[in-house]
């Protein structure tokens, strides 16, 4: 299963550090939104879109890369991490994916280290995040993926 995850991660690398957790697991492609100006995600068999929550929400480089790019019908799966509070999550790529009639494989979120605006003063919350645990669910989440794909 040939899969591409197109994502945002800045703040410390901690949702890069998920994926690749995950792309471990099989043979994955990870393409950085800020990086690579357009895609063909037709030869995929599956695309993950993975983000940072930055103001309750993803980053809006990803939406827009869901936006573009992701193929009618084409199976999706979502991916982020938080410091303490998701918003909306994952909803923004998720709407999309729905007006493209993708089915959606499943989400995976976990906390992570989060040093933005007053909580630099205290040292950061979800210090220590992703921490082994996270990426071990990580990669099981991505496994199991991976199963009932083959399946189908
Ligand atoms: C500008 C900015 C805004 C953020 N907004 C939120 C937020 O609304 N809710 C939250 O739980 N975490 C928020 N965070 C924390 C990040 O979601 C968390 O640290 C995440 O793991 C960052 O992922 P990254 O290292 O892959 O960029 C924010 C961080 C930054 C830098």
Do not use: W
């Not at 309750?56 to 982020?80: G, H, S, T």
């Not at 493209?100 to 933005?116: A, I, Q, R």
Request: proline share 3%.
């Amino acid at each position: 299963m040939k899969t591409a995850i197109c994502y945002y991660s800045r703040h410390h690398g901690n949702t890069l550090k998920v994926l690749q957790a995950m792309a471990e697991e099989g043979d994955v492609e990870l393409i950085d939104v800020t990086v690579r100006q357009s895609v063909r995600l037709e030869s995929y068999d599956c695309v993950g879109f993975a983000s940072g929550i930055y103001g309750f929400a993803f980053q809006k480089a990803v939406v827009e890369f869901a936006r573009q790019y992701l193929p009618q019908r084409k199976p999706v799966f979502f991916v982020y991490t938080y410091g303490g509070a998701k918003g909306s999550g994952a909803k923004a790529a998720a709407d999309i994916a729905g007006e493209k009639n993708c089915p959606v494989l499943g989400e995976f979120s976990c906390k992570g280290y989060d040093t933005f605006g007053p909580f630099k003063l205290v040292g950061g919350i979800a210090k220590g995040r992703p921490n082994k645990r996270d990426l071990e669910k990580a990669r099981r989440f991505y496994r199991d993926l991976q199963a009932r794909m083959n399946q189908a």
